[in-house]
């Protein structure tokens, strides 16, 4: 643990109480820990251990005053006279000596002084002291001051005979671990202030500081009160740190709530407080004229369980695939898209963008890692067919059992081609001959096959009064997409929309704050937007899953008026989501300056 010193603008009183609840804190850190180390502030720093040459400690038997470098503080134990001897606590003074105290079991070590607090006996540099030199007294033990003086090579001394004064060197602590240091930006904040961290940890040999643990650090602290902020280093070596702590106040007006604070600070793909988001108003969004082409849709059979066809349609120009599936074979499989050339001269088969995840056997990950691979990629590959020719467009990895794959492609082909979705046991090649002698697999019930015209939904929105949202993948105020299972012949409907591309330009989006708002549970996945010049693929979160409708995840702060967002629905989450946005500048609460700096 360690002790701020007091802030010059507190009162006396002030400083009494401050000093009091920081000392019973101490007295809860038991005899009963194998190690304890305490240490005081310096002086005006709220630093972890003080930075002045020597503390002096002033005090008097039997008076619960006392002063460390001339600063008041109280005794939670106070100095007692026994048996002719002026007697200290232990822990107490240790601490307020910045003194470290480490020990095994009931023996603690101060300097040269070996102190067994069960046998009340004591040590120095080997030499056993007299009885009495070591006292227990209401649960406390005591140490001659003199006895403490000698330990520390410190100076004790005394002007009327009452009153004492014990001078000594800080611990100079171990030469060989590496030191934890930060600053912040201020020591007293108002509440919802951004607080700005500076690091600058050091290893004596300049080792590598390989880790940091930090205790009790808020980037932001919204209720007033004094908080302790500590930092523990590790260098290369395996050697940590000591702690170094800060005291931070926080009080006055306050400067933002959680919701304006992120709306200022947090980071794309961060989640965030708004207990009001289901009461924004829809926006009005208008279909518009765009590209226009199908998509292949293949989940299901789910989890076949023998090779066989999954899906199979023909397509001309632009088509986007989209296979979801787990290998249910109780044996290694893959998955392939093949393609057949169906026309009497030679096509073109091109693929424009490919977006995949495999293997995995965690679902939750399938569609977010497809998504980003899909938005990084540009161009791609060629394969000329002859007439009648096949060749596998999309192989993925070998699957074990219970692991999956979830691709999405985007092709485009010169004349009229067969696509076939395959899953085979490792060992049989993806050819015709073999798709021909193929049993067709039947859909499972649950899931989804089929081809939807449409798999892109080109919206153009105006933006209003704000905050507003914009739904999808709802089947209400955003419809599902209709389309035919090819194998089947029977009417198909695509719940959620999954792999349909949402394009989406948003007027007057200059100043506006973006977020995605889960709506029916667990969420992950990407999309990509353009402003301006930027042009920026966001993870959707940034780390675990977005689950609460009320925990919207930061995607962009807009600074051109027109916004451009591709969203693509992401296999594996739950739908539907909202996307939501803000004009933070209009909403109660928000004020302060903003702080830019980020070390």
Same mark, same amino acid.
């Given at each position: 643990? #360690?002790?701020?010193?007091?802030?010059?603008?507190?009162?006396?009183?002030?400083?009494?109480?401050?000093?009091?609840?920081?000392?019973?804190?101490?007295?809860?850190?038991?005899?009963?820990?194998?190690?304890?180390?305490?240490?005081?502030?310096?002086?005006?720093?709220?630093?972890?251990?003080?930075?002045?040459?020597?503390?002096?400690?002033?005090?008097?038997? %039997? %008076?619960?005053?006392?002063?460390?470098?001339?600063?008041?503080?109280?005794?939670?134990?106070?100095? #007692?006279?026994?048996?002719?001897?002026?007697?200290?606590?232990?822990? +107490?003074?240790? !601490?307020?000596?910045?003194?470290?105290?480490? /020990?095994?079991?009931?023996?603690?070590?101060?300097?040269?002084?070996?102190?067994?607090?069960?046998?009340?006996?004591?040590?120095?540099?080997?030499?056993? *002291?007299?009885?009495?030199?070591? !006292?227990?007294?209401?649960?406390?033990?005591?140490?001659?001051?003199?006895?403490?003086?000698?330990?520390?090579?410190?100076?004790?001394?005394?002007?009327?005979?009452?009153?004492?004064?014990?001078?000594?060197?800080?611990? $100079?602590?171990?030469?060989?671990?590496?030191?934890?240091?930060?600053?912040?930006?201020?020591?007293?904040?108002?509440?919802?202030?951004?607080?700005?961290?500076?690091?600058?940890?050091?290893?004596?040999? $300049? !080792?590598?500081?390989?880790?940091?643990?930090?205790?009790?650090?808020?980037?932001?602290?919204?209720?007033?009160?004094?908080?302790?902020? /500590?930092?523990?280093?590790?260098?290369?070596?395996?050697? *940590?740190?000591?702690?170094?702590?800060?005291?931070?106040?926080? =009080?006055?007006?306050?400067?933002?709530?959680?919701?304006?604070?992120?709306?200022?600070?947090? *980071?794309?793909?961060?989640?965030?407080?708004?207990?009001?988001?289901?009461?924004?108003?829809?926006?009005?969004?208008?279909?518009?004229?765009?590209?226009?082409? &199908?998509?292949?849709?293949? %989940?299901?059979?789910?989890?076949?369980?023998?090779?066989?066809?999954?899906?199979?349609?023909?397509?001309?120009?632009?088509?986007?695939?989209?296979?979801?599936?787990?290998?249910?074979?109780?044996?290694?499989?893959?998955?392939?898209?093949?393609?057949?050339?169906?026309?009497?001269?030679?096509?073109?088969?091109?693929? =424009?963008?490919?977006? =995949? @995840?495999?293997?995995? #056997?965690? =679902?939750?990950?399938?569609?977010?890692?497809?998504?980003? +691979?899909?938005?990084?990629?540009?161009?791609?590959?060629?394969?000329?067919?002859?007439?009648?020719?096949?060749?596998?467009?999309?192989?993925?990895?070998?699957?074990?059992?219970?692991? /999956?794959?979830?691709?999405?492609?985007?092709?485009? @082909?010169?004349?009229?081609? +067969?696509?076939?979705?395959?899953?085979?046991?490792?060992?049989?090649?993806?050819? !015709?001959?073999?798709?021909?002698?193929?049993?067709?697999?039947?859909?499972?019930?649950?899931?989804?096959? /089929?081809?939807?015209?449409?798999?892109?939904?080109?919206?153009?929105?105006?933006?209003?009064?704000?905050? @507003?949202?914009?739904?999808?993948?709802?089947?209400?105020?955003?419809?599902?997409?209709?389309?035919?299972?090819?194998?089947?012949?029977?009417?198909?409907?695509?719940?959620?929309?999954?792999?349909?591309?949402?394009?989406?330009?948003?007027?007057?989006?200059?100043?506006?704050?973006?977020?995605?708002?889960?709506?029916?549970?667990?969420?992950?996945?990407?999309?990509?937007?353009?402003?301006?010049?930027?042009?920026?693929?966001?993870?959707?979160?940034?780390?675990?899953?977005?689950?609460?409708?009320? +925990?919207?995840?930061?995607?962009?702060?807009?600074?051109? %008026?027109?916004?451009?967002?591709?969203?693509?629905?992401?296999?594996?989450?739950?739908? &539907?989501?909202?996307?939501?946005?803000? #004009?933070?500048?209009?909403?109660?609460?928000?004020?302060?300056?903003?702080?830019?700096?980020?070390?």
């Amino acid at each position: 643990m #360690r002790f701020a010193r007091l802030p010059l603008s507190l009162s006396p009183l002030a400083a009494q109480r401050f000093r009091t609840r920081a000392l019973a804190l101490l007295g809860l850190l038991a005899p009963a820990a194998p190690t304890l180390t305490f240490t005081l502030a310096a002086p005006g720093a709220h630093a972890a251990q003080p930075l002045l040459g020597s503390v002096q400690l002033t005090f008097t038997p %039997d %008076d619960r005053a006392a002063y460390v470098n001339g600063a008041p503080t109280q005794w939670l134990a106070p100095p #007692r006279l026994l048996g002719g001897r002026t007697m200290l606590p232990l822990r +107490e003074t240790a !601490a307020l000596l910045g003194q470290s105290l480490p /020990g095994s079991g009931t023996v603690v070590q101060l300097a040269r002084l070996s102190i067994d607090t069960r046998a009340n006996t004591a040590a120095l540099a080997g030499v056993p *002291q007299p009885a009495g030199t070591v !006292a227990l007294v209401g649960g406390v033990t005591y140490v001659s001051a003199r006895t403490l003086a000698d330990a520390l090579n410190a100076n004790l001394t005394t002007d009327d005979g009452r009153t004492f004064t014990l001078t000594a060197l800080r611990d $100079g602590g171990n030469p060989l671990i590496p030191q934890a240091r930060f600053s912040t930006d201020k020591t007293v904040y108002a509440p919802g202030e951004r607080v700005v961290y500076t690091e600058y940890p050091f290893d004596p040999d $300049g !080792a590598d500081i390989t880790a940091r643990k930090w205790n009790g650090r808020q980037e932001v602290f919204f209720q007033p009160g004094t908080y302790t902020v /500590g930092l523990t280093v590790m260098n290369s070596r395996g050697l *940590q740190s000591a702690p170094f702590t800060r005291t931070i106040r926080v =009080e006055g007006t306050p400067i933002d709530t959680p919701l304006t604070y992120a709306l200022k600070y947090a *980071q794309p793909g961060d989640a965030f407080p708004d207990p009001q988001i289901l009461t924004y108003p829809s926006a009005l969004a208008t279909p518009v004229e765009g590209p226009s082409y &199908p998509l292949l849709f293949s %989940d299901s059979p789910e989890v076949p369980d023998q090779s066989g066809v999954l899906y199979q349609d023909s397509v001309v120009g632009r088509a986007r695939l989209l296979a979801y599936h787990l290998n249910g074979l109780g044996k290694p499989a893959r998955v392939y898209v093949l393609a057949r050339n169906l026309e009497s001269r030679p096509v073109e088969v091109r693929t =424009e963008r490919l977006g =995949e @995840t495999a293997p995995t #056997r965690l =679902e939750s990950i399938l569609g977010q890692v497809t998504l980003l +691979e899909y938005f990084a990629s540009g161009g791609g590959t060629t394969l000329t067919l002859a007439p009648g020719q096949a060749a596998a467009v999309y192989a993925s990895p070998t699957l074990n059992p219970g692991s /999956g794959v979830n691709a999405m492609q985007d092709l485009s @082909t010169s004349g009229r081609v +067969e696509l076939t979705f395959l899953i085979l046991e490792d060992g049989l090649p993806p050819t !015709a001959q073999v798709a021909q002698q193929l049993p067709y697999l039947k859909p499972d019930g649950r899931h989804v096959r /089929g081809t939807f015209p449409g798999a892109v939904r080109s919206l153009r929105v105006n933006l209003g009064a704000l905050p @507003t949202r914009i739904v999808i993948g709802d089947g209400r105020v955003d419809p599902a997409l209709t389309g035919t299972d090819a194998l089947t012949g029977q009417g198909v409907r695509l719940a959620g929309n999954y792999g349909v591309l949402y394009d989406l330009e948003v007027n007057g989006a200059a100043g506006t704050v973006v977020a995605l708002s889960p709506r029916g549970g667990l969420y992950r996945g990407a999309m990509n937007i353009q402003d301006g010049p930027i042009n920026q693929t966001i993870k959707l979160p940034r780390v675990g899953n977005a689950l609460k409708p009320d +925990e919207p995840v930061l995607l962009w702060r807009a600074q051109s %008026d027109r916004l451009n967002i591709d969203f693509v629905p992401s296999s594996g989450s739950n739908l &539907p989501v909202s996307l939501v946005f803000y #004009r933070p500048r209009n909403l109660s609460g928000f004020g302060g300056v903003l702080k830019t700096y980020q070390p």
